[in-house]
């Protein structure tokens, strides 16, 4: 049996029935209950799964109770689809939930310049989060001879009871250390390869039990043991090349607006005040995806910030360029440490549903996904800020808000 076609059609699909095109014109226009149908035809999702997509019921309480301390309900954020996304030859549906008005059109829109230029690509490395043991080592141990004469020893610890994720390709990959003088102590750091988990709580249990063993071998006290959300063997990449003439803009040639784009990148990477405001737009796109999927957007904030500085300056997250050809190539490289399996991408049926959305992908491909929405997104602001300002469009998809806020009692 087949599956019903799309009520709207969806361009640059050459068998409808076998192939999704993200390219759905006119997809903002239609009721929001015509836009749920097209999203729930074209991924074949059955009835009860779709009702997690834009579904508007609240958690169970048994499920409230789960996730957090003294809940008593639910706040809800909108939950909006990103348009136009071509992945590594792959048409994508992004699912955002945000409260900011633009930020999904301002996503499509991104999305839509780039595919002109074939789409995105993205490559990432192995999901490879790093847990610190932080000791005090007492005067006068050679810790440094310790550690590499038991370095195999105390990662066969590390992997003792995690055979399934040893089953899986994952475990314990490397042991490193460093000495802060200033503080007299030795840090520790434990690479562990999660596979398709966040691994957060894995991390941070194999630094706990890895800390005794440490210990044991090292005369000392103990410190902090904990993960790091700086990531920085987990990266996620993301490219593209924008044809000068898809980006032309009213009085704008498409050759003026590559060469503004370039000086606005260049204006963030002079200037920290402004590096900050580029990368709260990248972040933008990057959130909402990490929110619909369940995943810790304070953790993915927070390395990508620190990694925006890991060369002892606040950088912009992205960088843009005008090649040979006078076109516009961008890149962004950022630690993002998602998970597809455990915790709330596992319980959360909206989670359940964006993932599905997204075509059920491992960690490392909603990684590749995750910024190349914040490649996107930083494309689609800097052309409105070098071409008609951020404010006009902006304040258009913003008058909803004004209108409905006049008319509220205070």
């Not at 149908?37 to 609240?58: K, P």
């Not at 839509?112 to 790093?130: E, L, N, V």
């Not at 590390?158 to 802060?180: M, T």
């Amino acid at each position: 049996m087949t599956s019903p076609k799309p009520a709207f059609p969806l361009d640059n699909a050459p068998d409808q029935d076998d192939k999704l095109s993200s390219r759905i014109p006119g997809f903002h226009n239609l009721p929001i209950e015509e836009r749920r149908g097209i999203i729930l035809r074209a991924m074949r999702m059955e009835t009860d799964a779709g009702l997690n997509i834009g579904g508007f019921g609240d958690l169970s309480a048994e499920l409230i109770n789960v996730f957090i301390e003294n809940g008593v309900g639910t706040y809800s954020l909108p939950l909006g689809i990103a348009t136009n996304f071509t992945i590594n030859g792959e048409d994508v549906l992004i699912p955002m939930a945000v409260e900011e008005t633009s930020v999904v059109a301002a996503a499509s829109h991104g999305a839509k310049m780039i595919r002109a230029g074939g789409g995105f690509r993205t490559s990432s490395t192995d999901p490879i989060g790093t847990g610190q043991i932080q000791l005090y080592p007492d005067p006068g141990v050679d810790f440094h001879s310790l550690l590499e004469r038991e370095r195999g020893e105390l990662l066969a610890w590390a992997n003792q009871g995690q055979d399934r994720l040893l089953a899986r390709g994952g475990g314990a990959r490397n042991l490193s250390w460093r000495f802060i003088e200033p503080l007299q102590s030795l840090v520790i750091h434990i690479d562990v390869d999660t596979r398709d988990a966040m691994g957060a709580n894995l991390i941070n249990t194999v630094c706990e039990r890895l800390a005794r063993n440490i210990q044991q071998l090292i005369p000392c006290r103990m410190g902090l043991r904990i993960l790091t959300n700086l990531c920085d063997k987990r990266i996620a990449k993301a490219h593209c090349k924008v044809p000068k003439d898809s980006l032309g803009y009213g009085d704008y040639s498409g050759p003026d607006v590559v060469e503004r784009i370039e000086k606005a990148y260049l204006f963030a990477a002079h200037d920290i005040y402004r590096a900050a405001t580029h990368n709260k737009g990248v972040m933008n796109g990057i959130d909402p995806v990490v929110i619909a999927t369940g995943n810790d957007w304070r953790a993915a904030e927070a390395g990508a910030h620190a990694y925006a500085c890991r060369n002892g300056i606040y950088q912009p997250m992205t960088r843009w360029w005008k090649n040979e050809e006078g076109d516009l190539e961008g890149e962004i490289e950022l630690p993002m440490a998602l998970g597809t399996v455990g915790g709330v991408t596992t319980l959360h049926p909206g989670s359940k549903a964006a993932l599905r959305l997204l075509g059920n992908p491992c960690a490392q491909r909603l990684a590749e996904i995750v910024v190349a929405v914040g490649l996107g997104q930083n494309l689609s602001a800097l052309r409105a800020l070098t071409c008609e300002g951020i404010q006009s469009g902006h304040m258009r998809l913003h008058q909803g808000n004004l209108e409905l806020s006049a008319g509220q009692k205070p």
